[in-house]
């Protein structure tokens, strides 16, 4: 009996391990949980670097795509703004206070500054409001109204180079379809340089006005209904919540919008060169025109040109920096 005690004293119970075999035993499934640790956070660092590379095979053709059509070309410019660069002849070397000292004294550059200013407030003012008032008027949906805005959208379609062609005819002293109404009238639509700038904004309100609609439209079905509801709930009036609910709601659009308007119009060219030739007597020529014409007509010379751009794309970022500005402005407020 006493034999058999100290036997089973000496040997452990079943499932139970002894100091050092505890010791083997934890250590292997401690060992394989950090190896599978190791293998997991390998694999996940993989997956991202795949990820990423995929994301920049992704965006590669469009920063391509800038880098070709946007950052090339306007270091090109800054070069050339900046050096005697006569067309035929190439670059001359270095002459950079020279050449923006002879662009803003050339003898158009403020009369097309002046005219590019009124011609940006005119379309802007227009084509935002006519936006608008089109949006409004288009804002509920039906069979109607769906062909509305599809008839007042297509003009969209056409781009700008031939409907300037198109009202070139219309506006045609000889050939166009009210020549002989205008004659009688003794009235010409590109005649003086009010009736021009008047007969191009035309032009421009007619091709424009549906896409600033549609811009419009997007920004009024973004307004929750709830908010008309509880207006007329209130009582308010049409123009009360025109005025205190859809104007505010309706800020970031109109940003948008104007932005978009004010730098088009800024950097007008087709339509002017189309229709009026910058005539009668250069009334109608725009900044853009002035840089085509220093480049490749009369003088020839990129260096001036050039140092014209700048210029202009100093303006136009200002411009939209103090537009931006002004509405974040209103809008903290």
């Given at each position: 009996?006493?034999?058999?005690l100290?036997?089973?004293?000496?040997?452990?119970?079943?499932?139970?391990?002894?100091?050092h075999?505890?010791?083997s035993?934890m250590?292997?499934?401690?060992?394989?949980?950090?190896?599978?640790?190791?293998?997991?956070?390998?694999?996940?660092?993989?997956?991202?670097?795949?990820?990423?590379?995929?994301?920049?095979g992704?965006a590669?053709?469009?920063?391509?795509?800038?880098?070709?059509?946007?950052?090339?070309?306007?270091?090109?410019?800054?070069?050339m703004s900046a050096?005697r660069?006569?067309?035929?002849?190439?670059?001359?070397?270095?002459?950079?206070?020279?050449?923006?000292?002879?662009?803003?004294?050339?003898?158009l550059?403020?009369?097309?500054?002046v005219?590019?200013?009124?011609?940006?407030?005119?379309?802007?003012?227009l084509?935002?409001?006519?936006?608008?008032?089109?949006?409004?008027?288009?804002?509920?949906?039906?069979?109607?109204?769906?062909?509305?805005?599809?008839?007042?959208l297509l003009?969209?379609?056409?781009?700008?180079?031939?409907?300037?062609?198109?009202?070139?005819?219309?506006?045609?002293?000889?050939?166009?379809?009210?020549?002989?109404?205008?004659?009688?009238?003794?009235?010409?639509?590109?005649?003086?340089?009010?009736?021009?700038?008047l007969?191009?904004?035309?032009?421009?309100?007619?091709?424009?006005?549906?896409?600033?609609?549609?811009?419009?439209?997007v920004?009024?079905?973004?307004?929750?209904?709830?908010?008309f509801?509880?207006?007329?709930?209130?009582?308010?009036?049409?123009?009360?919540?025109?005025?205190?609910?859809?104007?505010?709601?309706?800020?970031?659009t109109?940003?948008?919008?104007?932005?978009?308007?004010?730098?088009?119009?800024?950097?007008a060219?087709e339509?002017?060169?189309?229709?009026?030739?910058?005539?009668?007597d250069n009334s109608?020529?725009?900044?853009?025109?002035?840089?085509y014409?220093?480049?490749?007509?009369?003088?020839?010379?990129?260096?001036?040109?050039?140092?014209?751009?700048?210029?202009?794309l100093?303006?136009?970022?200002?411009i939209n920096?103090?537009?931006?500005?002004?509405?974040?402005k209103?809008?903290?407020?």
């Amino acid at each position: 009996m006493i034999a058999r005690l100290q036997g089973a004293r000496q040997r452990p119970a079943t499932g139970t391990l002894l100091p050092h075999q505890k010791g083997s035993s934890m250590s292997a499934p401690t060992a394989a949980i950090r190896a599978g640790a190791t293998r997991r956070t390998a694999g996940a660092s993989r997956a991202s670097r795949r990820k990423s590379w995929r994301g920049f095979g992704y965006a590669l053709p469009n920063a391509l795509f800038v880098i070709g059509l946007f950052v090339l070309p306007l270091l090109l410019v800054l070069q050339m703004s900046a050096s005697r660069w006569p067309l035929l002849s190439g670059n001359q070397g270095w002459n950079f206070p020279a050449n923006f000292t002879k662009a803003v004294t050339h003898r158009l550059f403020a009369d097309s500054v002046v005219f590019t200013l009124k011609y940006t407030l005119l379309a802007t003012v227009l084509l935002i409001l006519i936006g608008l008032g089109l949006g409004l008027l288009v804002q509920e949906s039906s069979r109607w109204k769906g062909f509305l805005r599809t008839s007042i959208l297509l003009p969209s379609a056409l781009g700008l180079a031939s409907a300037s062609l198109l009202f070139y005819v219309l506006y045609s002293p000889i050939a166009g379809p009210f020549a002989e109404t205008m004659q009688s009238l003794g009235i010409s639509f590109l005649g003086t340089p009010t009736m021009a700038l008047l007969s191009t904004t035309f032009l421009i309100v007619w091709r424009y006005a549906g896409f600033y609609m549609l811009l419009m439209l997007v920004g009024l079905q973004g307004i929750p209904s709830d908010v008309f509801e509880a207006a007329r709930t209130d009582g308010a009036s049409v123009w009360q919540t025109f005025r205190h609910i859809t104007l505010p709601l309706l800020k970031p659009t109109l940003a948008l919008t104007t932005v978009m308007c004010v730098t088009g119009s800024l950097l007008a060219f087709e339509q002017f060169y189309i229709l009026t030739k910058g005539g009668p007597d250069n009334s109608t020529i725009t900044v853009v025109q002035l840089i085509y014409s220093v480049a490749f007509q009369g003088q020839n010379d990129l260096g001036v040109a050039g140092a014209l751009s700048v210029i202009a794309l100093i303006a136009l970022v200002v411009i939209n920096a103090v537009q931006l500005r002004a509405f974040a402005k209103d809008k903290d407020e």
